[in-house]
């Protein structure tokens, strides 16, 4: 059937931003800071000679400029889509004082995704309601048209969920698949026909590369997790407690 066969996805995060350099709650249309337009044009050096046939963004502004500047490094880039299916986890609401308490409380985001009615932060998204979301819309993606390779930009929280469902854990895992700024994961998907041949199916997922920054290979620049470089903190150690709400 035509389509079947090896797909290569090419899953990053998007560069860096500075989520305190806004005056408004209006994060969606947050765009990259220097260092993440840095980060962006270091994957763009590295993926120059990737011929991707399709490439996908989650809609926001902040992953539709990294994955421009990728484009803008290719011979011929393929057309960028928007796929809303594909954007961060919604969170709740929550009040910090400080870049440092906002991080604590995002520190322990991840954590017991697998749990019944476990959310993104408190009132946030349910993890499983995300799940079905994000893996939904990734499954369309990648069994629909007649393609190799595909660029996908998105975001930690959605980038974790799909690293689970590839290595097979689900929720469970997804607290330790750290996702540095602008990283590169690389999943091969094998498709094939569906048992009624009207169709595609996923077979299975194969992880080639996980959490690849382009502007530091070998992580000795990146000692601390992706979310204390966001937030600009360091701990000096262990996370701090959870905060009490």
């Given amino acids: 059937m035509k389509g079947a066969g090896r797909r290569r996805i090419y899953l990053m995060r998007h560069g860096h931003v500075d989520y305190f350099a806004v005056k408004s709650t209006q994060f ?3 765009s990259l800071s220097p260092d993440g337009v840095e980060q962006a044009e270091a994957a763009a050096l590295a993926l120059k000679h990737i011929a991707f046939d399709i490439a996908v ?3 926001l502004q902040r992953t539709r400029e990294t994955a421009e500047r990728v484009l803008a490094a290719q011979e011929n880039p393929p057309k960028l889509i928007a796929e809303e299916g594909l954007e961060e986890l919604k969170n709740g609401v929550v009040t910090a004082s400080s870049r440092k308490e906002l991080a604590a409380w995002l520190a322990y985001s991840f954590d017991s995704a697998d749990e019944d009615g476990a959310t ?9 309601s995300a799940e079905n979301r994000i893996v939904a819309a ?9 393609w190799k390779s595909a660029l996908v930009v998105a975001h930690e929280g959605v980038n974790r969920i799909l690293l689970g469902w590839a290595c097979g854990g689900g929720l469970a895992t997804i607290s330790a698949f750290d996702q540095d700024l602008a990283g590169v994961n690389v999943i091969d ?7 009624a041949g009207d169709g595609l199916q996923v077979e299975r997922a194969i992880i080639k590369a996980l959490n690849v920054t382009p502007y530091d290979y070998t992580k000795s620049g990146l000692p601390r997790t992706s979310l204390e470089h966001l937030f600009d903190i360091d701990w000096n150690g262990p996370r701090p407690k959870r905060p009490k709400m």
């Fill in 57 to 59: 963004y989650s809609g």
């Fill in 28 to 30: 969606r249309e947050i």
């Fill in 138 to 146: 990734f499954t369309e993606m990648v069994t629909n048209g007649d």
């Fill in 189 to 195: 998907v094998d498709i094939t026909p569906n048992a």
């Fill in 120 to 128: 993104f932060l408190p009132e946030g998204e349910r993890f499983d």
